[in-house]
Each structure stands twice: as structure tokens, then as C-alpha cells.
């Protein structure tokens, strides 16, 4: 695999587009498929072969399109977003085809949502097939790659990432420059390069979104990486719970092996790489960096007390250098467009862009991608198209079971790692779920307690016992039956959690009884005292004591 | 003594100097330390208590009871000082007002998880969690107990498993692997239902891999693994056949 | 007594065996792929028991406790079927020659099932699969682990209704 073969596999696919009319992008990401979308995808083509047009026109099934909440989505190359697309509206699509677009199903994209957005990992979702390597060359696909190969050192590219000063996106948010050169740095005997796509923040689906939509991004990155370290082998640790991310990486990768981008002698260089898939079983905690390197080496999914650090000793005992999806999808754009070109964007310490997944009470529920340094306000207000139903913000929760509940009170605050830190929360791995006047906030603190409970590894005292003992407290407080000595427990157990879990699941656990003790403190003194849910969501019979 | 995690791969180096003797400060007494020593390690040398109950001199470490979380200067974290390696000019406080909060808490948290009676218990007077909660100074526990119901196994012929008397320190599971080497103990799903179990959960009495050594039942630190024939208070562990064993090993090597 | 010398033999002839047979060499027959190896056998069979637990161990040397301690571990493992009763109707090629498309066709109707796979109160499960072994006696039908040969679409309803009736 040469740049002239990329080049040339790129003109040949640009030959193809161009002759054809028109094409028509249907999305198969998850959600619109949840949606039917397939369907529609077939609908279009049947009704283009009954016109006989099926050779110059073309239905594409691309990745996601972000606005989940309108989907099926549908688009076309003049620009023109069709919303809520079923098979009854096929008809009416190809009809107008080259023509102006159908009024009524047209999704505004001079609006927020669109208009605020960075896409940089996002660049190809909704764009691409991402079941077709060639249409990822088309794009300017893998040609970072052959830069690398043929123009720089391992010690140059992570210089370049190090200048574009990206961290890490999992929700660490550690330099990712630094682990690059801390894992080449390394000695041993063979080293490997892991892909975090754990992704187990209930309601965060950025990851799952870059995997369905742009899967070759995310391989790219991986094979700079490896590159860049040293590494020979690579792992990519997915998730049990998505299936379709996992098939579309597994043709992603068989593409690449075919086209000589993985396996032996890459380019034509020394350089041998090859990428294996591990599917999780269904353990939050093995999106812990030990934890997951446990579970590829086929032990039970706890962690071990770090240092030593993967990036010196991990996977048996190798240097392992791990990151998230949406580090490695930032990767071949760094070196398209050069370090100091990413450092221009967002703010002075969080660099780049993030990309978040919206739910809960919200209009636009789906996937953004934002420069870091966009306010929460206009999160909420301006791309997440304010709270449904007229009814009024209460929280947002930023970074899962691990982040904190942000009210209404610090909506201003930019997005970036030091100040949601500040505020009590982390930025976590970019799920935002955003809340109304509906949500009790002791409620919600609650579902997140028996998330960490659940999830809990068991092998230390603190979290095994202590997220127990905060469950029952919280479920007392629900179930009325509280005392002020309850509360007070709980905030010591917080702080014991906090300092001495063994892991970052047990020490962040306290997060969202901490940020709500905070900020909601009113209406955990209505629960204990009163014995009154503000919102409406708790009652004496609600709840089992656990 | 090494630790676990120096397992030596060929030819690998570590980042830190080997052969330097490292110097400390503990509790504002200068020591020495090998390289690669824990701070644990250390400490216990010269006699200075660190409580711990997961760790246990001949198995492996896992830093999992984090009783041994120190302080150390310069680092907004507490270390657990049964695997953490000494660093040079480290300083290092074993004992606080918040460490021994924190050290309480945590005993009484595991009191809390399962039924530990002492008054009927083989162990009574002879166990390492009443032994730490007397030198930690706990009068009584603060959480509310859960009271779960966990089973008793007494098929094996000699031996029993208690489950209300555990408290997944894993030093059984731990022994035979790394020891015995039938890796007969491991652990069972996950959290507070984590449990230790023989085989595929199998009684005791019926496993395959069982060689009946005993050694379990002797790094156990509380009633939960006993011989049988003993009443209360009668259960006395002895674990001069660890650091023997290891030393023994040693000379092989 | 088991052993881990000899070469461990699958618990049946059943063929799906095959398959976790192929993901234990497509991980290098080693102990580290114990959990996709234990997909494998989920995905076959519908949840791990305590004879595949056995074989998958042996196989890969993992002891037996360590092998229990990782299917409880994980969430997505199963070690009972969640259902009652499982009839599984073969549908591979033998089979089907032999009429099981009519079989699965009657199933669904006895059951009340139109596409999905377990009745509504949870308690029957109906999978169909592409070759479960003994081609010779098909259509092979086959109801909680018991093989039944030659069967026709009277004893199946029968059967069936016998499982209703409980």
C-alpha cells in the first residue's frame, strides 16, 4: 500500500461519484436503524429502480447524521436533510432529486445544532459508507498514515500530538502526547496498543457513534499509534452491548488487511501492525484501563493499584499504550493538518474539540461535536435546543456515574476539563444528560449509587462495601424513612470512597452525592425532614431498602 | 523480599536505578531501602505498624484491604504502602487522625458486610479483624449490619468454610495458587455478592483439585476457614510454613 | 476424577461444539481467551452450564475455579437458561428436507409465538438452528438438551402443550 495506490483508489472513487446524478445518504447508525431506517434505505432503492435510475443515482447507507432525535435521517448531496423519513415519503425524495427539496420533511440546518459544531472526529459521520474502505480513501482516509510512514519518525509523530496538546478523551483527560512518549520510551520485549471502546456510561454513545459512522478513523489512529510506540499488536476492547460497532470494525479491519494498511511490512516499511478485536461481557469497571487489560488477558475484570502504569507495564506485563475511540479518531486530522492547527482550537488547557452525546430532557438528542470552551448554557439552550414541553433546566450531568449534577446557577461555565473539574464533575467521556424540574435530584444521585453498587469490582473494602451502605442511605432518604445522622454518614463515606478506593470507579462513585449534596441541598432536607419529594418523584411506598 | 509485581521479564529494564540504596524518611526517622523495597516492607523491618489484612508475607500483594494507605509528601494521594516502591527522599507518615478515621471505617464497614459473632467464633481471641479493631480502637460499628445469609460448607473431610466470617481478602485463593499451586480458591461474581468458592462453586468436600493441605486455612485471618474439631477460641493459625516454604523455594532457584 | 492430561473430549457430539472448538484455536488455545471462548459457547448455546465450564477449562488449562470466577464475573454470562424450557428445531439442510420448516411453523403456533423466540410469560424458549449433529434421524428437535429424532409435528405439539400445561 503506497500513497500512489491510496491516490489512485481515491480518483477512482471521486470517477465514480461524479458520474453519478445524485446520491442519497440514509442513515444506518444505530438509532435511525432502531428507526426502521433500513427500511427506508430499501425503499429508496426499489423506488429508484423502478425509475429505471438506479445506475446514476446512487443510495448510500452513511453513519450518523447527530440529531438523533429526528431520525431516520436522510440526506442528499445538494445539503438537504430530510427528518422522520419513512417508507410512505420515498416517492417524494426521488422525485424531487435535483430539484428543490421536499419542504416538509426538511431538517433546518442554518440553526445551533449545526452551526455551532466542530467537526473534526466527526468529519466523515453521515458522510461516508462506513462499510467501504474506498469511500474513506475518498475522503483524504489513511493518507495521514502514508505521511507517517513515508515522512516522519515515531519520535516526530508524537511530537506533533504533543504540540497539538490533545488529552486524553476516555474522561482523564491525561496528555496524550505524554503517554505516547512514556509508552516508546518503555523497554520491552513486545509492545501493544489498546483501543478503549468500553464505552459504559449509561447514556453516552459518542464512542458507539464514531465506530458505526467512521470505523477507519479510529484504525488509523491506531496504527500511528503503534507506530509512534513501537508496538506490534493491537486490541481493540469493545463493549458485548454493541454488536453492530463490532461488525462494522471487523469489516473495517479485514478491508484494511487487504489493502495492506495492517499486517506485515505496512508500506512498504518494516513497520508490521495488526489489530485483534476483544469483546467485553458486560462490566463498567473494565473501562478502567488494569481492569481492561484483566479482561484481554482473560481474568476477571478488577483492577490493580497503579504504579506501575500501562504505559510501562501492561498487557503481560508489556508496555501498552491505551486510549479511547475518540483520542484515536483525532489522530489522523492532527497530522493532516499539523499539531499547532489543533492547538488553535478550544481553550488554553483543553485543547481541540469534544464530542458529547445529548439525552435526557432535551430537544436535540443526538451527537455534537463542539470546540472546548462552548458554555453549558449554550449547550443546553442554543445546540440542545432547551428543555422540552416549556419546562424549566434543573441539571445537567456531565461524565456518567463518575461526574457530578451541574445546576442551572453555573451555566455559564465553559466545557473543558479544569473548570467542569472545578465544578465538582469531570468531563468524563462526553455523555451529557440533561434534566427538568421533573428529576428528583436525591432520585437521580440514587440510580447512580446502584449503578457504582452494581458495578463494583468487589476486591476493595471501601467501594464494595462503602457504595452498599451509601445505597441504603439514599434509599432511605427516598423512601422518607432518613435521619440528619443518615446524612451525615453518607458525606463520610463520600470522602472515604474518595481517598481510598483502590480505582477510579470506587473514588468517583461519590460524585453525584457530593455535586447534588451541594447544589440540591434543599431537597435532600425536604426528603429527611419533611418527608417531601419536591419533584414529585419519591414516596413513602417507592423503593425496596436494599 | 520482593514484591509481586517485579516479576523480571528478560531483559527488561526498569526506569529507576538498580543497585542504589534509596534513603526515606518514616514518621521523621531516616531508614534505608533496597531498591525496589516497598514502603511496607521498610516499615516492617524496623518495626514500625502499618495495618494490614489482605497482605501477607509469601503471596503476592494486591493492595485490596487499603488498611496501608500512608501519606506521603508531595502527593495528594494516599499510597498503599504494600505495593508502593520507596522513592528516593520520600516522606513518608504512617499514622494520622485522618488515616486512623479512615482505618476505622473501614473495619467497621467489613463488621458491617457479613455476621462476625466473635463470642462463638473458633477464632475468638485469635483473630486478625478483632485484633485490628482492638488496635484501632473500635468500640462499635457505626453502619447499620446487613445480616446477610451465607452458607456454612463442612463436606471436606477435615476442614470448613464459613462465609459470614469472610472477608475476601483473598489470601486463601492467593496461597493455592502461588503456593500449593492447585489454584483450587478463586472468587465469584462481583461486588458486595462476591464470594470464594472451591471448583465451579462445588462443595468443598467434592472438589477435584483439592490436595486437603490445609494452607489456606492457615493464612486465613479469621474463622472463616478452620479445622474442624476445634470449639470457640480454639482455632490457632500457624503460618511459619509460609516464609519456610518461600525460602525454601528460593534455595531451588 | 478430571483431569487436565488427557485431551479433554466435548460433552456431546452436538456440533455446535465445533464452534467453541474454533474460537479456542482462533485465540491460540491459551488461557487468555477464555472470554471469548466463553462467547462462544453462550452464543451456541444460549448460557454456559457447568459441563461446557468444565471443557472450556480443561482445554484452555485455566483452573475450574478461575473459569467459574470469570463467567460470574461478567454480566453479559449466563449460567442457567432464563427460561424454563428450550426447544430448539433444527434448521439445517437435512432437517429441513425433512420438513422441520414445517416443525417451526407449528412450534410458533403452539406456542404463540410469531417472531420472537420466548412466550410472553418468559418461561419458553424457541431458537432454531443451522445443524445441531444428527442429521441421519432428523428433523431433529431439541427440547431442554434431550436430542429427539424423527420428529413429527403431533409429538412437537404434544410436547409442547405438556410444557404450557405445567
Known sequence: MTAEKLAQIAKGEQETQSRLTDVVNVCVASGCLASKSDSVKQALESELADRGLSGRCQVKGVGCLGLCAKGPLVSTRSGAIYKKVNIGDAREIVDHLGREPVARLLLPTDVPFFEKQTKIVLENSGIVDPERIEDYVAADGYSALSHVLQQMTPSQVIQEITKSGLRGRGGAGYPTGLKWSTVAKSVGTQKYVICNADEGDPGAFMDRSVLESDPHRVIEGMIIGAFAVGASEGYIYIRAEYPLATRRLRVAIAQAEQLGLLGAHIGGTPFTFRIQIRVGAGAYVCGEETALIASIEGKRGTPRPRPPYPAMEGLLGQPTLINNVETYANIPPIIRHGGAWYAGIGTETSKGTKVFSLTGQIRNTGVVEVPMGVSLREMVFEIGGGIPEGRQFKAVQTGGPSGGCIPAEFLDTPVDYESLAKLGSIMGSGGMVFMDESSCMVDVAKYFMDFCMTESCGKCIPCRVGTYQMHRILTAITNMTATSADLKMLEELCDLLKHTSLCGLGQSAPNPVVSTLRSFAAEYKAHIEEHKCPAGVCSKTMGVSA | ?253 | MATYVAKPVAPSEDKRWKLVDAAMRRTGQQSRGLIETLHAVQEAFGYLDEDSLRYVAMSLRVPLSQAYGVATFYHYFTLRPSFAHACTICTGTSCHIKGSAALLTTAKRVLGLESSKVTPTGSISLLSERCIGPCALGPVVVYDGQIAAAENARELADHLRSWIAE
Open chain 2, 1 to 253: 523480599m520482593s514484591c509481586w509485581r517485579m516479576q523480571q521479564n528478560d531483559g527488561s529494564k526498569r526506569m529507576s536505578p538498580v543497585g542504589g540504596v534509596k534513603t526515606l524518611k518514616i514518621d521523621g526517622r531516616d531508614f534505608s531501602a533496597r531498591p525496589e523495597e516497598t514502603i511496607l516492607e521498610v516499615a516492617c523491618q524496623n518495626k514500625i505498624f502499618i495495618p494490614r489484612m489482605c497482605e501477607l508475607e509469601g503471596l503476592s500483594t494486591v493492595g485490596a484491604c487499603r488498611l496501608c494507605l500512608v501519606e506521603v509528601k508531595g502527593s495528594n494521594k494516599l499510597l498503599p504502602s504494600c505495593v508502593t516502591p520507596v522513592e528516593e527522599g520520600m516522606e513518608v507518615t504512617t499514622s494520622s487522625e485522618r488515616l486512623l478515621n479512615y482505618r476505622r471505617m473501614i473495619v467497621e464497614l467489613l463488621f458491617s458486610e457479613r455476621n462476625h459473632i466473635c463470642s462463638v467464633c473458633v477464632s475468638n481471641g485469635h483473630c486478625e479483624l478483632q485484633t485490628m479493631a482492638q488496635k484501632l480502637g473500635i468500640t462499635h460499628i457505626h453502619f447499620p449490619y446487613r445480616y446477610p445469609k451465607e452458607r456454612v460448607d463442612a463436606t471436606h473431610d477435615r476442614f470448613v468454610v464459613d462465609h459470614n466470617r469472610c472477608i475476601l481478602c483473598t489470601r486463601c485463593v492467593r496461597v493455592c495458587d502461588e503456593i500449593e499451586g492447585a489454584h483450587t480458591w478463586d472468587v465469584m461474581g462481583r461486588g458486595i455478592g462476591s464470594h470464594v468458592v472451591t471448583d465451579l462453586n462445588e462443595p468443598w468436600g467434592s472438589s477435584e483439585t483439592c490436595t486437603g493441605c490445609g494452607k489456606c486455612v492457615h493464612v486465613c485471618p479469621t474463622g472463616a476457614l478452620f479445622e474442624k474439631g476445634r470449639s470457640v477460641a480454639e482455632m490457632e493459625k500457624r503460618r511459619n510454613f509460609l516464609p519456610y516454604l518461600t525460602m525454601m523455594r528460593k534455595g531451588h532457584e
